[in-house]
């Protein structure tokens, strides 16, 4: 099972995000896509570079 609060909380807390700013379901759906997109890459760049680092760690 997959936890979201634990996502929706480290875009808050870690990142400084803290309220929506732009207003409508249209612009909101864009800017929390932004924000998830973003939580993602980032996600994706640290398990790039934990690869990285072991595969020059390993003989």
């Known amino acids: 099972m997959i936890e979201p609060e634990s996502v929706f909380g480290q875009i808050?807390?870690?990142?400084?995000?803290g309220r929506l700013l732009?207003?409508?379901l249209p612009?909101?759906?864009l800017e929390v896509g932004w924000l998830s997109f973003t939580h993602?890459?980032?996600?994706?760049?640290?398990?790039?570079?934990?690869?990285?680092?072991?595969?020059?760690?390993?003989?």
């Open 12 to 17: 808050n807390n870690n990142r400084g995000f």
């Open 22 to 24: 732009l207003r409508g």
């Open 27 to 29: 612009n909101v759906s």
């Open 40 to 59: 993602n890459l980032l996600k994706k760049a640290v398990v790039d570079r934990n690869r990285e680092m072991a595969a020059q760690g390993s003989p």
